[in-house]
């Protein structure tokens, strides 16, 4: 494989998984690895680098994407990864495709339907001017006439791809793998004992009548092709580098490699089923796996995975001992090389991706990753390529001015324009009877910091924000952080939507449907809400209500353990706000303190004056589309340090642990 200057995670991931067995080792069944990620997240460019990294030395087949006007059947598909695959490779023979080819060609055969005599001589007639056709011409001549003749009784797609197709596919076919192919249709179950010009007459006519039938058929056939070519083609090219761990030496082969794109539209998982039906049914009579490598892309959760799969937005806490963790891209696919590492028994393995590192969004943006631009960008997109290219455009060209809160709202502070970042993320493309304004509704539902289910009571006067919970969730937008701080069921929206919902909640004011005050009042008296004292302190935050939080932690500094303590400060502080953009964090700091100062109590000790700088201070550097802002940061670090001698716990390590994160905050 090519050397880049640097791989990306998702051609790391391939390569611990290239190896495929030892000349000596039995097969092994090969996994269906999903790079998992929401719109915009360089699901495709990961698929791209992969086979970038494959080169000439590994044979893959280039991304095949189901996003596409008409949807791709899995023969289609098939056919298309076949016709891949068998391009020529710099010293390698081409793969052959023949009892793929031979299937195809069956299924476009037009066969009279009532004699069977007659169906067997238009058979065999149409093998024969396949067999006997090898120039390029005539073979695609051929392929049209035939193809035409059976689109009536057809799926035009799959009419159009074999025209593509199968002039290639049959050019590679010989005599003698021809015969081999004829002999490998009559002694599938599938053929009924069928002598081999029977089993294609059969395998004609499921295909009009039968697609499902037909699809199971040529699925095995494709695999069975992979099997047999596999063994001349899969070693690692002579002075190609090879990156598999290899410390004994052993000559090996190497998967090959199939790339999928977009499996989430429609086509992409039903391709994935049959070919995990197709492998079934030949494991159960044959004990010898195939060598491909499938590594596809998805931009929603698979329900069907959850048996084997805890679902990324759901809670660790709620994980049964049957399912696993859905790993991080860096972190999958250490099987191969680390015994210690248990390799998981599902057929799909969902990956997440991972997002963009500082280096990779300055880069984007054309910054310095030092500058205080990059690490905006980052924080405000959680390092989605696609927010970072929309920040790009906003970001002034002079140095960003400390604790500024517009530098990334529009031009236009109407609730259309926050909404056009939605458009453009495609947030509520999925729930076409849905208006984007109904995502701002709930907006407080969905950016709260825990799973508010989507059948909550409260719910009942926003009827349509359980159906946008779930799909918030399901086109993994939420994710779940390592561990539940601060209260139970915490999850975490994309900071970019997240922060977009609610800005667009509050430009709008009392139009359509609540303003950001109503919408909150409805999440602080939700049931899940009310039973739990960070979800309300955080509501109330949000409300604006600052001295009542600063009461409620104040009362709790010294009745729970410090890191408890510090998580549920967190937690609450993570709350928007619905103070004007224009004002920067200095002005609404001193807003904050004088309004605690004037409508706080009257009899406050030293802990209760250094709360109120310190929650107001975390509170505005928690807002991830505002710039920079030392002093606010240097207020939360003072203040951490303040409180750990005026604790009376001793586990105040935790104060200073607090204000050592804090130090290396934005």
């Known amino acids: 494989m090519t050397e880049p200057v640097r791989l990306t995670d998702s051609a790391m991931l391939a390569r611990r998984l290239l190896w495929n067995r030892a000349t000596d080792e039995p097969s092994s069944a090969q996994p269906i690895m999903v790079l998992l990620g929401p719109t915009g997240s360089g699901k495709t460019r990961a698929l791209q680098s992969i086979s970038q990294d494959c080169g000439s030395g590994v044979v893959h087949a280039q991304p095949f994407d189901f996003e596409r006007e008409q949807p791709a059947t899995t023969v289609v598909a098939l056919a298309a990864i076949s016709e891949d695959l068998s391009r020529r490779w710099r010293a390698r023979r081409s793969a052959k ?69 199968l002039p290639r596919l049959i050019r ?112 159960r009579q044959h004990n010898e796996h195939d060598p491909l490598l499938f590594i596809g892309t998805s931009g929603r959760w698979n329900p069907e995975w959850e048996s084997h799969w805890h679902a990324p937005w759901k809670s660790a806490a709620t994980r049964s001992d049957e399912v696993l963790v859905v790993p991080r891209c860096r972190d999958a696919g250490h099987w191969r090389n680390n015994s210690e590492v248990d390799r998981p028994q599902a057929p ?103 799973l508010v289910p989507a059948e909550s009571t409260s719910l009942v006067s926003l009827p349509q924000t359980g159906r946008i919970l779930t799909e918030l969730r399901s086109a993994l937008w939420v994710i779940a952080p390592d561990r539940d701080s601060g209260t139970e069921d915490q999850s975490l929206l994309h900071p970019w939507i997240a922060r977009t919902l609610l800005f667009a909640l509050n430009a709008r004011g009392e139009q359509d449907g609540g303003s950001y005050e109503t919408q909150f009042k ?10 739990d004292l960070a979800r309300t302190s955080y ?96 207020i939360v670090v003072q203040s951490f340090h303040e409180l750990a001698p005026l604790s009376h716990r001793p586990d105040v390590a935790a104060l200073y642990e607090a204000a050592r994160r804090a130090d290396q905050l934005f």
């Open 539 to 634: 509501c109330l935050l949000a409300l604006g209500r600052f001295g009542e939080v600063v009461d409620t932690l104040r009362e709790r500094f010294d009745q729970m353990p410090h890191q408890k303590w510090v998580d549920l400060l967190i937690l609450v502080t993570s709350a928007p706000d619905d103070k004007p953009l224009q004002r920067d964090n200095a002005q609404v700091y001193a807003d904050l303190v004088e309004q605690d100062l004037r409508d706080g109590p009257a009899e406050r000790d030293q802990v209760r004056n250094v709360l109120a700088r310190l929650i107001a201070a975390y509170w505005l550097i928690a807002n991830p589309l505002a710039g920079p802002d030392r002093e606010r940061k240097n």
């Open 172 to 283: 590679t076919i010989g005599r003698r793998s021809l015969a081999g192919a004829k002999r490998w249709h009559a002694d599938i179950p599938e053929a009924e004992g069928a002598e081999p010009l029977d089993a294609l007459i059969q395998l004609s006519r499921r295909a009009r009548s039968e697609p499902e039938a037909m699809t199971a058929w040529l699925t095995s056939a494709f695999l069975a092709d992979v099997r047999e070519s596999h063994p001349v083609m899969a070693r690692p090219e002579l002075g190609s580098p090879c990156s598999c761990e290899n410390e004994a030496g052993k000559t090996h082969s190497h998967n090959w490699v199939v790339l999928l794109d977009n499996l989430d539209h429609p086509g992409g998982y039903e391709f994935l089923s049959d070919v995990i039906a197709a492998r079934e049914r030949h494991l």
């Open 522 to 531: 409805a999440l602080l008296n939700d049931p899940h809400t009310r039973r």
């Open 348 to 450: 799909v393995h969902p990956v997440l991706l991972e997002p963009l590192e500082i280096e990779e969004t300055a880069g984007l943006i054309g910054r310095s990753p030092y500058f205080s631009e990059a690490k905006l960008a980052q924080r405000a997109t959680a390092g989605l390529p696609k927010a970072v290219e929309a920040v790009s455009d906003m970001l002034p060209t002079a140095r960003l001015r400390e604790g500024t809160r517009d530098i990334l709202e529009p031009a236009e502070s109407t609730p259309e324009a926050w909404q056009q970042r939605l458009t453009d993320l495609r947030v509520s493309e999925q729930l076409q009877d849905v208006d984007l304004a109904e995502f701002v509704n709930a907006a407080p539902f969905a950016t709260a910091p825990w």
């Open 97 to 165: 495709f023949t009892r793929f080819a031979l299937g195809l060609v069956a299924v476009q055969a037009n066969l009279d339907t009532f004699d069977r005599v007659k169906a067997r001589a238009q058979m065999s007639a149409a093998l024969r001017e396949f067999a006997e056709s090898p120039r390029a011409n005539d073979i695609a001549v051929q392929v049209d006439s035939t193809a035409d003749a059976a689109e009536p009784l057809l799926d035009p797609v799959l009419v159009t791809a074999a025209k593509l197709v």
